[in-house]
């Protein structure tokens, strides 16, 4: 190699000799890293151990015992790498640099030319070659060594080594170092040997519930040290007693108190003070004590109720860590109550209402805001006056309490003056039994007589009158508790329809609507109940406009020109101008110009009893399918709930049969068509009944069974379902399965009313009479979807702009400012997209792959909506 280093320029010589010492040394260290890999991935473990104090944990015994086991797998294990292992010789290295370069050069420069030796040619050939050669040095550099371990260490023990030596350098301590001479001495912590010189160490455990970190107090220089409240400190004493000692004055302790010089001691930090270690290598630290505070908790805003009676109270709680809990309590304010009536007498005792307040479910809970929503509308103290206390706890079990809210108790609230009574007579009984009769005399009174003006509906009138016989019957025992709740739950059901029971007459249905808006306004709603019952009014007054224009219609078809022309005193308007009516309507009263209201109110109401409802192209009555689908749906809806009066009433004469006897076999349902009595209980003159046009179900009843008629009612629906529109599209599929499942309610009914069991008969019948109203309603969105896909988007936003409301129906804002939750889906069609999302959340639901949780929460959504 001297000899083809000296035909070489000094430059290319140099790099050559310092390219093979690099490629030399990185032979030697993977000699020495595969053969002594193991060796070194013991010692590093033994140093980790060491580091996490292993050896203080452990006795000496077995610090011998594994220090023995230790030593000889470290003595096989050099051993066995001194075997594999071989100094790598100039031969080696310069092999491994000329294998790294092209066509071997160092090689062909070692080379001599096999013949032609003294021929011109070939010598002036082979000087060309070793000249490509040394060029091709020119350029060379060392070989990176080859360090992989894998194929020698399958299972990464180096790795398994490496982690532990990390985690002991995040978690241990040098200074650990310093006691393994001790320990394999036997001067380790329990070990029998004395120490030969005093040491400590000792940790400060903060409480759990704090999230901090524990503290070494060795790593920790005198001087200030702040500590959490309740922190556990543990300090132990090595050496000859007495050499050390711990004088503290942070514990407070009194009792059971160590020695000073007592090898372990443990106490836990209650007020600021200092900790001294007294002694060789002792500290001193001056401790200032972080105190956990109490949380507290205050009433974030005034409590609301939304239009269903869902109580909303925003409260705000916060802690130094995090608050644990907290209970709502709501007792009764006897004192502010209004002792008149049904509350002269001394309340029956009733525990506090207790609710536990929401907490986040996610973040941190030591600074958070929420809403606790609850609903009280059925409990006895709803509407009158209580006090409301929250308070919040945390880890430590301290408390925090808010200043207590007195107000009413929020609740829902009834706007039918027969319902609301009806509301009050239930909160009555469950004040005290002792106002039972009362509550008799009263409902007997109600009932007296029974005109359309008192009830809506024979059906409400007979469930109060059911309620009454049961009460009266009752009373010469006293009422227990079970029967309390049962007449409590009757009366609040009873409640319920009088508020919300469905009206068939659109007519009536519209003045409904009127008159529980104006006593909303009268009493001073909320905003959220007076939106509520104005859309209810707005949808009255369409249904309302609807069936003006399908009776319109009809009398055009039977040529009746007397009877289409207008009277002096009726009053034209088209669908624009309703609803820039009902827009000043709503406008006066967020203005809270109540008076306006009520009169605008009036005027309107007076206004839609005369009017007859302008064409301008809309609507085309008897001419449409759909209308005619509609009408002759509400015809068949009308009947079954005629024939479920008259089952409902057959069912009461059987349990009473002297409450009716006036009025059986002449009052049937006033909705199927047949004559209609004025339902009493025996007190009055029964009216002249109104025979129903046309052939339907409820004529000649007196001659067949309910049986019979049911299922002729059965045979009705299914030829409107055979016949019914729209059937291609979605809302008409999914009317039309609405229809099946009335016609499968329908047939259960009829099979109860041929068994007698009259019960079962009504709850099929109300079951049929909802998948009904189910099916109209689909049908409707079917018939509007078509309509507005007809008329065309232009059209669309000119009746927007004319009516000057947005696609919600809300009124528009008149070029003022936009306000929060307003313009959000101008152009969009909301019904559909509601559609949309209704079928969505339902699809979810019954996704059977989902949480149980997330599908009862969908649930509650669909049962809400």
Do not use: C
Request: aromatic share 4%.
């Amino acid at each position: 190699m001297a000899d083809q280093r000296s035909n070489m320029p000094q430059t290319t010589a140099r790099r050559v000799a310092r390219a093979l010492f690099v490629t030399r040394a990185g032979l030697l260290a993977e000699t020495l890293l595969r053969g002594f890999w193991p060796l070194w991935s013991l010692l590093i473990l033994l140093l980790a151990a060491a580091l996490m104090g292993l050896h203080e944990q452990l006795s000496l015994e077995l610090i011998w015992s594994l220090g023995l086991i230790s030593a000889t797998a470290a003595i096989w294990l050099f051993w066995h790498g001194l075997r594999r292992f071989r100094w790598p010789r100039r031969d080696d290295a310069i092999r491994r640099l000329d294998a790294t370069l092209p066509a071997r050069p160092l090689a062909a420069l070692a080379d001599t030319p096999a013949i032609g030796s003294g021929d011109t040619g070939s010598e002036a050939v082979w000087a060309a070659h070793r000249a490509r050669m040394t060029a091709t040095l020119s350029s060379v550099s060392a070989p990176e060594p080859d360090l992989r371990l894998a194929r020698f260490d399958p299972f990464g023990l180096r790795h398994i080594a490496l982690l532990a030596l990390a985690v002991a350098l995040l978690f241990g301590s040098l200074s650990r170092l310093g006691t393994v001479g001790a320990a394999v001495a036997g001067q380790a912590p329990g070990s029998t040997a004395t120490l030969s010189g005093p040491s400590w160490e000792g940790w400060v455990e903060p409480p759990l519930h704090t999230g901090k970190p524990a503290l070494y107090l060795p790593d920790l220089k005198a001087g200030s040290l702040e500590i959490v409240e309740g922190s556990e400190v543990i300090i132990r004493l090595y050496g000859e007693v007495g050499a050390l000692t711990l004088t503290e004055t942070v514990s407070a302790r009194t009792d059971d108190v160590p020695s000073a010089a007592a090898p372990e001691q443990s106490f836990t930090i209650a007020r600021s003070g200092a900790i001294t270690i007294d002694g060789p290598g002792g500290r001193h630290w001056d401790v200032a004590l972080i105190p956990d505070t109490a949380p507290r908790v205050t009433v974030n805003g005034e409590a609301t109720v939304s239009a269903r009676g869902e109580m909303s109270l925003p409260f705000a709680a916060s802690d130094d860590f995090a608050v644990t809990g907290g209970t709502a309590r709501i007792a009764l304010d006897l004192a502010s109550v209004d002792r008149r009536y049904g509350l002269r007498l001394a309340p029956e005792p009733r525990d506090a209402i207790e609710i536990a307040l929401p907490l986040p479910i996610s973040g941190s809970r030591a600074d958070f805001e929420e809403v606790l929503i609850e609903d009280f509308s059925e409990h006895p103290w709803a509407h009158l006056p209580v006090t409301i206390s929250l308070t919040v706890e945390d880890a430590t079990s301290q408390t925090g309490a808010a200043e207590p809210l007195s107000i009413p108790l929020p609740a829902r609230r009834f706007f039918d003056p027969l319902a609301a009574a009806v509301i009050e007579l239930r909160r009555d009984l469950l004040w005290s039994r002792e106002n039972a009769p009362r509550i008799a005399q009263l409902l007997r009174a109600i009932s007296h007589r029974p005109g359309e003006s008192v009830f809506q509906s024979e059906t409400t009138y007979l469930r109060m009158r059911t309620i009454l016989r049961r009460l009266e019957n009752s009373l010469p025992y006293g009422l227990t508790d079970a029967q309390q709740t049962e007449y409590a739950k009757a009366l609040w059901d009873l409640a319920i329809l009088l508020e919300e029971g469905n009206l068939d007459d659109a007519l009536a249905k519209m003045q409904r609507a009127r008159d529980r808006l104006a006593e909303a306004m009268k009493n001073g709603a909320s905003d959220s109940e007076i939106a509520r019952l104005m859309q209810e009014l707005r949808e009255a007054t369409q249904d309302y406009l609807r069936e003006l224009a399908r009776q319109q219609n009809q009398e055009r078809e039977n040529g009746d020109e007397t009877e289409r022309q207008f009277s002096e005193n009726s009053t034209t308007l088209n669908n624009d101008d309703l609803q820039r009516m009902m827009d000043r309507i709503q406008e006066l009263m967020e203005q809270g110009r109540m008076a306006e209201a009520m009169q605008a109110l009036q005027e309107f109401q007076e206004m839609m009893e005369n009017m007859r409802v302008t064409q301008d192209g809309e609507g085309n009555g008897e001419q449409n399918p759909g209308d005619r689908a509609m009408r002759d749906l509400a015809d068949t809806l009308r009947n079954q709930q005629g024939l479920s009066d008259e089952a409902f009433r057959q069912l009461q004469e059987r349990f009473n049969p002297d409450a009716n006897r006036g009025q059986s076999g002449e009052n049937t349902g006033r909705n199927g068509g047949e004559g209609r009595g004025q339902a009493h209980d025996g007190t009055g003159d029964g009216g002249e009944g109104q025979q129903g046009q046309g052939q339907n179900p409820g004529e000649g009843a007196e001659e067949r069974s309910l049986a019979e008629r049911q299922q002729q009612l059965r045979e009705q629906l299914d030829a409107l379902r055979r016949n019914m529109p729209g059937q291609n599209t979605e809302e008409g599929q999914a009317a039309g399965d609405a229809l099946d499942r009335a016609g499968d309610a329908m047939d259960g009914a009829e099979q109860a009313l041929r068994g007698d069991d009259l019960a079962e008969a009504i709850d099929r019948q109300a079951e049929a009479m909802d998948q009904m109203r189910e099916g109209m309603r689909n049908l409707g969105e079917a018939m509007a979807r078509n309509q507005q896909q007809g008329q065309g988007q232009q059209g669309q936003d000119m009746r927007g702009a004319a009516q000057g409301t947005d696609p919600l129906g809300r009124p528009g804002n008149g070029g003022r400012q936009s306000g929060p939750g307003e313009d959000m889906l101008q152009g969009e069609d909301v019904y559909r997209q509601a559609r949309d999302l209704l079928d969505e959340i339902r699809r979810r639901a019954g996704e059977t792959e989902r949480s149980e949780e997330e599908r009862n929460y969908l649930r509650r959504l669909l049962d809400r909506f």
